[in-house]
């Protein structure tokens, strides 16, 4: 891909781990449908996956206006008929917009009834971000995913209380000193808060960086 324009960001990360994640998509999500994607950042991700996931809509999202112009530049620099202008959504939040009657105006062309969400995405948001946003994300997952739909994680886990892996001791304690209320979850706590949501846990998928993808479904 060449540039995109000057708010188009880069996240290096992405360019690692979105063919490992597109592989584990392509196998878990509803095959048609609409795809929310929570906290999506760059938007490298989103300009990547949704012409590989077609016929499925993708629908970008994050609070920061700076990611949103992110996304938006990307967009514009890939264009894909399936993506949709970003949105702005904080998972905490108790309603989102795309649960509204009046969607908002990035989506007027898209016919929710048609093709209803089917599946929600999050890519290395909850470990970056206080508790309370994976909280709200699976809130948001019970309230907007019929049942079947799929929601996808993706980021590192500690299992049964302990760090897998020495890079993520370390990761965990400057994501700790960045801010005190982030931090590496444990997988039992996140299958736990998604039980008490009605979502239940499908399987989880060793990644690449000592990361996981974590299936669940509503
Ligand atoms: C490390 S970035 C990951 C972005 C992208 N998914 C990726 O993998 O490159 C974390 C993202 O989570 C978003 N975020 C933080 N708190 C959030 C919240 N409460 N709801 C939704 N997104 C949030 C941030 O704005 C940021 O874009």
Known sequence: ????????????????????????????????GTVLEVSSGT??????????????????????????????????????????????LDARDPVWEVEQNELPKQLHDLDLKLHPIAAIVNINMIHIAPESAYLGLMAGAKRILPPGGILYLYGPFKQRGKHTAES?????????????????????????????????????????ANNLSVIFQA
């Open 43 to 88: 938007g490298e991700h989103a300009v990547f996956f949704a012409p590989r996931l077609h016929p499925r809509k993708w629908i970008p999202s994050d609070p920061n206006p700076v990611a949103r112009a992110s996304i938006s530049a990307w967009r514009e620099h890939c264009p894909t008929d399936n993506l949709y202008p970003p949105i702005a």
């Open 1 to 32: 891909m060449n540039q995109p324009n000057n708010a188009g960001q880069y996240a290096p990360a992405t360019q690692r781990n979105r063919e490992p994640i597109l592989e584990v998509l392509l196998e878990v999500l509803p095959p048609t």
């Open 168 to 208: 993520n001791v370390a990761f965990d304690q400057s994501l700790r000193a960045q801010n005190p209320e982030w931090g590496v979850r444990d997988l039992d706590d996140v299958v736990a808060v998604a039980q008490a949501h009605n979502l239940s846990l499908v399987r989880t998928y060793t990644m690449p």
